[in-house]
Nanobody, 114 residues
Framework: VQLVESGGGLVQPGGSLRLSCAAS????????MSWARQAPGKGLEWLST???????YYVDSVKGRFSISRDNAKNMVSLQMNSLKPEDTAIYYC?????????GGQGTQVTVSS
């Protein structure tokens, strides 16, 4: 299993970012995919999952602001993040599985600051 996250960066509060995760080494279309994050000094937090049917799930703190999607043709899962807040600052990870809280790849840093 190989997962490579990208798309992080520095953004002002209220801004948007789109994270991507390129997957290989397993049957992507048969796997649920999840995003998690780790804020400075805190533990890993599950954020969102998209299952094999395209159903999506979110932690309450990002509902209405974040949107997960998958592209089975490209073996990619994305996380569109809008209305970003300073408390969204974290390293973001994707992982294979349903409601998984894990560091699937090296992560991508998101910093929300003015």
């Amino acid at each position: 299993v190989q997962l490579v996250e990208s798309g992080g960066g520095l953004v002002q509060p209220g801004g948007s970012l789109r994270l991507s995760c390129a997957a290989s080494g397993f049957t992507f279309r048969s796997s649920a995919m999840s995003w998690a994050r780790q804020a400075p000094g805190k533990g890993l937090e599950w954020l969102s999952t998209v299952d094999i049917y395209g159903n999506t799930y979110y932690v309450d703190s990002v509902k209405g602001r974040f949107s997960i999607s998958r592209d089975n043709a490209k073996n990619m899962v994305s996380l569109q993040m809008n209305s970003l807040k300073p408390e969204d600052t974290a390293i973001y990870y994707c992982a294979e599985g349903l409601f998984v809280t894990a560091r699937g790849g090296q992560g991508t840093q998101v910093t929300v600051s003015s």
